[in-house]
T-cell receptor
């Protein structure tokens, strides 16, 4: 079975500092990994994905994520956080056999303080 | 419409009642998904439609839950004999032809918050 884990319920960072939101995965084959963001009272929005190729993937709003096979991780990063980045972030993995089924992590609340 | 629309945004009902939640996907999106998000948890897959047919309903928790998409556009999630444990936010998502499985990009609505008293 495929799954992702987000070990931190909450991450606090000061505006202008780099941020990292952690995600680890458990997949029996090559993983297809995704990050989504949920702003208050809004639906989840796609940020970025890793399918294959370059381990560093770039996405929306200046976010990037690094795929690390040896550590089974796919951490979300941004060099300089903005207050407007404060939101709930979800890591997800696609089912290996059913491409239209996704498994989401429990989410990490990012708080960026001015 | 411009995005995925879900109604109602909030529904409070009593245990044992019947509930319908509606989803209007992005125009032209053939794939439609229902997910359930309980408090403090990530979205959990319920069912996936490709066109009018349910391609995968393996996530429906039991036979009290049913979903339809009769004309390949709007979908309705139906819950019979609601229980307190059904309280959650029910999310609908759609994706372009080829499905979210190809791109991974699902477009989510804001959800319907169901509270069963």
């Amino acid at each position: 079975a495929q799954s992702v884990a987000q070990p931190e319920d909450q991450v606090n960072v000061a505006e202008g500092n780099p941020l990292t939101v952690k995600c680890t995965y458990s997949v029996s084959g090559n993983p297809y990994l995704f990050w989504y963001v949920q702003y208050p009272n809004r639906g989840l929005q796609f940020l970025l994905k890793y399918i294959t190729g370059d381990n560093l993937v770039k996405g929306s709003y200046g976010f990037e994520a690094e795929f690390n096979k040896s550590q089974t991780s796919f951490h979300l990063k941004k060099p300089s956080a903005l207050v407007s980045d404060s939101a709930l972030y979800f890591c997800a993995v696609r089912d290996l056999y059913n491409f239209n089924k996704f498994y989401f992590g429990s989410g990490t609340k990012l708080n960026v303080k001015p | 419409g411009a995005g995925v629309s879900q109604t109602p945004s909030n529904k409070v009902t009593e245990k044992g009642k019947y509930v319908e939640l509606r989803c209007d996907p992005i125009s032209g999106h053939t794939a439609l998904y229902w997910y359930r998000q309980s408090l403090g948890q990530g979205p959990e897959f319920l069912i996936y439609f490709q066109g009018t047919g349910a391609a995968d309903d393996s996530g429906l928790p039991n036979d009290r839950f049913f979903a339809v998409r009769p004309e390949g556009s709007v979908s309705t999630l139906k819950i019979q004999r609601t229980e307190r444990g059904d309280s959650a936010v029910y999310l609908c998502a759609s994706s372009s032809p080829g499905g979210g499985g190809n791109t991974g990009e699902l477009f989510f609505g804001e959800g319907s918050r169901l509270t069963v008293l």
